[in-house]
Nanobody
Framework: QVQLVESGGGVVQPGGSLRLSCAASGFAADLYTMGWFHQAPGSERLGVAC????????YYQDSVQGRFTIFRNNAEKTVYLQMNSLKPDDTGVYYC???????????????????WGQGTQVTVGS
């Protein structure tokens, strides 16, 4: 069956870095746009970064532009989110998702019917 498994979350000080991973299985992940979504405590889930199937088109939320980088390794069926210069506002659960729309559309329109992972917690601060 379709599975998206996130890993790499943790606790980090402001200004620090983390790399999240999302391992896909059960479908042809190289044909899907993949994205990372952030849900802060008490807030809605928002698109952070999304990447096209070939990795040649990306979209970033304004608040992470220049700090976060999304990339993928289709041979390993894994999508990554490199997060640098982390801020306390980046705290929350990060979810990986797969869909067939373009990256901007995927990040803009958070749909329940995307394929979702279980999420990984990121905490910035003590």
């Amino acid at each position: 069956q379709v599975q998206l498994v996130e890993s790499g979350g943790g606790v980090v000080q402001p200004g620090g870095s983390l790399r999240l991973s999302c391992a896909a299985s059960g479908f042809a992940a190289d044909l899907y746009t993949m994205g990372w979504f952030h849900q802060a405590p008490g807030s809605e889930r928002l698109g952070v970064a999304c990447i096209s199937p070939a990795g040649d088109n990306t979209y970033y939320q304004d608040s992470v532009q220049g700090r976060f980088t999304i990339f993928r390794n289709n041979a390993e069926k894994t999508v990554y989110l490199q997060m640098n210069s982390l801020k306390p506002d980046d705290t929350g659960v990060y979810y990986c998702a797969a869909e067939t729309v373009n990256p901007k559309a995927m990040c803009y329109h958070v749909e329940e019917n995307y394929w979702w992972g279980q999420g990984t917690q990121v905490t910035v601060g003590s």
